[in-house]
């Protein structure tokens, strides 16, 4: 069972940045995408960015350009960086792992992390 744990969190001032790290307590050798999602305040969870073992990023429109996500293997941590914050990136964040084994898909997320942007 793979836990993920996340950190980085904070409140901001709109303009500012933040990098969030998430944290996998074991490495299984396998290929996997890592996601970072969040959900507003009475709002749907929406993928934020995703990346692949090929190192292939997907990121939703309003945070292209400002969002980053990367993974360090060696470290067995995935990263997300977020410049240039506005209000309403204010949100929970959930990493995400998702392991193409071959006893089928695993799937683990962290427990969420807040972000607040406010002036």
């Known amino acids: 069972q793979v836990q993920l744990v996340e950190s980085g969190g904070g409140s901001v001032q709109p303009g500012g940045s933040l990098r969030l790290s998430c944290a996998a307590s074991e490495n299984i050798r396998s290929i996997y995408h890592a996601a970072w999602f969040r959900q507003a305040p009475g709002k749907q969870r929406e993928l934020v960015a995703a990346i692949t073992t090929s190192s292939d990023t997907t990121y939703a429109d309003s945070v292209k350009g400002r969002f980053t996500i990367s993974t360090d293997k060696d470290k067995n941590t995935d990263y997300l960086q977020m410049n240039s914050l506005k209000p309403e990136d204010t949100a929970v964040y959930y990493c995400?792992?998702?392991?193409?084994?071959?006893?089928?898909?695993?799937?683990?997320w962290g427990q969420g992390t807040q972000v607040t942007v406010s002036s």
């Open positions: 995400r792992r998702l392991y193409y084994t071959d006893d089928g898909l695993k799937d683990y």
